[in-house]
């Protein structure tokens, strides 16, 4: 079965620091992964997503996640952090047989001024 | 360009009230539908998913009900809400054609309140 983790509930950096939330994943087959941003009260917004080739893959926002095949993650970077990054992030795996989609438990980002 | 709306945007409902939250997708045809049910602003919940008109899959049994009547139609439904229903109902759609191109995108939430 297909899982992803998110380690750790809650993330806090200051501005202007680089960032990571960490994700790691379970899957057969060939990984597509998937990361999430949630602001308050709204639905998920579609960040990056990595599917093959290079594995530092860019997205929206400035932010960038590292695939590691080894290690079996696919963190989210960014290398300056801003107060409006605050939000919550997840994680996605896409089911390669089915039409499924497996999201971590979600991480808090908090960006201090 | 696609779109996905959501309505209401919130509800208040008593308990035993029936429940119904749509969602509607614009510029794609045949898209796979979601219904997520979102609790304590964290994990994600899969409810239904859709891959075609009147084809549901369900994932957690409980007294909620899905339909896709129209092709970019999904429609959540429960006859008689409980208070374990309180939470942020999400709709998503993806192209479903190819895994390599696939994506979710989520439409705007709907905050529903049993009391």
């Known amino acids: 079965a297909q899982s992803v983790a998110q380690p750790e509930d809650q993330v806090n950096v200051a501005e202007g620091n680089p960032l990571t939330v960490k994700c790691t994943y379970s899957?057969?087959?060939?990984?597509?992964l998937f990361w999430y941003v949630q602001y308050p009260n709204r639905g998920l917004q579609f960040l990056l997503k990595?599917?093959?080739?290079?594995?530092l893959v860019k997205g929206s926002y400035g932010f960038e996640a590292e695939f590691n095949k080894s290690q079996t993650s696919f963190h989210l970077k960014k290398p300056s952090a801003l107060v409006s990054d605050s939000a919550l992030y997840f994680c996605?795996?896409?089911?390669?047989?089915?039409?499924?989609?497996?999201f971590g438990s979600g991480t808090k980002l908090n960006v201090k001024p | 360009s696609q779109t996905i709306h959501q309505w209401p945007a919130t509800l208040v409902q008593p308990v035993g009230s029936p429940l119904s939250l749509e969602c509607t997708v614009e510029?794609?045809?045949?898209?796979?539908l979601y219904w997520y049910r979102q609790a304590a602003g964290r994990g994600l919940q899969l409810l239904f998913y859709?891959?075609?008109?009147?084809?549901i899959s369900s994932e957690v049994p409980q007294n909620l009900s899905a339909s896709r009547p129209q092709d970019r139609q999904f429609i959540l439904s429960s006859k008689k809400l409980l208070l374990s229903d309180s939470g942020f109902y999400l709709c998503?759609?993806?192209?479903?054609?190819?895994?390599?191109?696939?994506?979710?995108?989520f439409g705007p939430g709907t905050r529903l309140t049993v009391l």
């Open positions: 510029g794609t045809s045949n898209p796979n």
């Open positions: 899957v057969s087959g060939n990984p597509y």
């Open positions: 996605a795996v896409r089911d390669s047989n089915f039409n499924k989609f497996y």
């Open positions: 990595y599917i093959t080739g290079d594995n």
């Open positions: 859709s891959v075609g008109i009147g084809q």
């Open positions: 998503a759609w993806s192209d479903g054609l190819a895994v390599s191109t696939d994506t979710q995108y």
